[in-house]
């Protein structure tokens, strides 16, 4: 193995770690950070013959004095000193890379690869720092080890030296020649990373880390969300996007064995309340502490645990800061990031229209909290005063009289507030197409061209459509934005919901029932209904799962943790003490080989037999007519799904049916037989036959084949358990 070439490579390796894990912690921005890879590509590359030049020479001679000079001015100009240092050690890398020469030249690449691996530690982290620390300590034996050699043979045949022939030595021959290394050797100092990386994860568990390095010199500048701001210009927003970047993970207390790939949240965030010709805007921003016992804030009331049901969301640095809840939320409670109790409680404020806001205490993570969820009113459905009507019913001169007849044809004879939205909501999702281009962008009025020209448009064209159709006919409403949807992951058991998951969606007055959500927007082209299976969406799964693991359990490793590590560890040495007792005998240890070996012989066997006999078409466990009922029932489900009542992963089956009667749906008499027909043959010791099967079949065909107008009628909160089309809220 040519002995120049390894060395390279592993040096090149080692330096392009600490550069990506530098890079990682978003510190450059995406312009700089590929400049940086960029320009540390094209310094490895570099033939070694062009770094002997002289205007090579010079430049890295005096381009790390001209580059020093300009930080300290920068520092001088007041930025921040961390962000100075980080910035010039990432520089100097690329100007040593490009302009190396020699065995000393290398060593300084090492160091200064490993001082960008701990500024990283302190300015980022997640996955791609792990696969970089990882790797790094993996290739940091190999680099030293063979730097060490070059320095060696450098240092012993200096410039001008000659061999016992009196012949001039080529060193360079000598750093190319394959007989200064072979393969058993580069083998033998790449396993020294090893035990090197035992050592690490020994001194690592041995000492939690309690706080942060004191480089944090101040607080520091991390990438946060962008959106959910206090104005929404729907002329200029343009073509939206679907972005899969995590924006919070949800996760519920008791986990489905089989939960839905995919459910509907409404997980709300702000809402604007006046219109102005494209764009809307809040008319009011007074907020008030939301009063608190420690880390629980009492939004209608305390959380009762013994009653209320609850889920868990962390949430990703967004800003402006809110917190996102659904509409029944009676209380929030602050959780820590890791085990340790929650020091520092901040303050959270409500705003006019019922939005959440946190004072950040972390820049560097979101906040990590409880939702407890209640029966009864919605967020700020307190009694509306007059100005308040006044304000949910304003429209601009911009609405012309268009709107006001489309409404009232729409609504019909009836003024029923509740019926009149729902009419208007149904026409919306019946008569006009979810489109992310919208078309009426350029309109000098973007809503009377998305209602009569265009009929296509993204979420906040229906949302800002239906509730200037509603102010039109005296019905107060305010348009909502937030998260819609969410997808389970497999790996990490935890919903995530996605950037692209937000969504925008009405809030209507109806007098005796408060403020209530519907969602005029129709779905999305329908996924394939193997998406979830490709080989991308599941690496995209085990990514996910791994970062959330080693947050939780690298860096977030603390204390608490280690006793638990070390607790578990205890039981283990334990029982595997008390079941060595039974070999201190020489007869009990033989009695235990002579029936380790029949078990062998047995297993053999088994498998034997099990390879000649024939396959149950069935799954263990369960009969033929159980399985088929199950597979009935499931078509049902996607049936209701597809129809905008879909059943929520917390609500039993006979629970969602009796909820569909209690809301007066058209067809949930023959829902709730078939629910109750279902159960009775899952859990129960009705018998499943052909006869039953076939009509389980035919009853779930034609509700299959019912119009859409039927199932249509019933209530708009069960169209919350739908799935949530997919959008982006600038």
Known sequence: MRFGLVHRILLDTL?????????????????????????????????ARWQERKGLRLFGTYAPVVLLGVQLLRWADGNNPLTIAVEFAAVLQVIWVATRRGAAHDQQLIALALLHLIAATVLGGGLSFAICFVGFILVTPSALVLSHLRREVEGNYRQGARDRTGLPVDVPRILRSRRVISRGYVAFISLLSLPVFAVTALIFVAFPRVGLSLLLLEPHRSSRMVGFSDRIDLGGIGAL????KIAMRVQYPVADPAPPKRIALYLRGTALDRYQGKSWSRSQNERKYLENSGAQYAITRFPDPARDASFTIELEPIEPPLLFVPEHTAAIELLPHSNQALVDVPAIFQGAESDLHYARLDDRRGPRYRVFLQNGLALGSKPLTALDRQRYLQLDPAVTSRLGDLAKTWAGNETDPLIVANRIMTRLRKDYRYDLNSPSSKSPNPIEHFLFDSKRGHCEYYSTAMALLLRTQGIPSRNVTGFAGATYNRYGRFYAVRQGDAHSWVEAWIEGVGWKRFDPTPAAAPRPPDEY??????LREVIEAMSQRWTRHVERYDLRQQMELFGGLRRGARVATEQAVYFKSPKRAGALLVAAIALLLLGKYLRQANKRAPKSPTEPGLSASTQEVIRLYQQLERLLTQRGLGRHPAVPPLAHARALVATQQPLSAEILELTKTYLAARFGEAQFGLEESRQFSEAVARLSRTPASEWERGSPDLAANSPAPKSTVK
């Not at 995406?30 to 490895?44: F, K, P, R």
């Not at 299976?533 to 599941?538: H, K, M, Q, T």
């Open 15 to 47: 330096v392009a770690l600490g550069m990506l894990a530098l890079v990682a912690t978003g510190e450059f921005g995406q312009l700089g950070s590929w400049t940086l890879v960029a320009a540390l590509a094209i310094g490895m590359i570099l033939p």
């Open 241 to 244: 996007e679907s972005d899969p």
């Open 533 to 538: 299976e490709r080989i991308g969406a599941s």
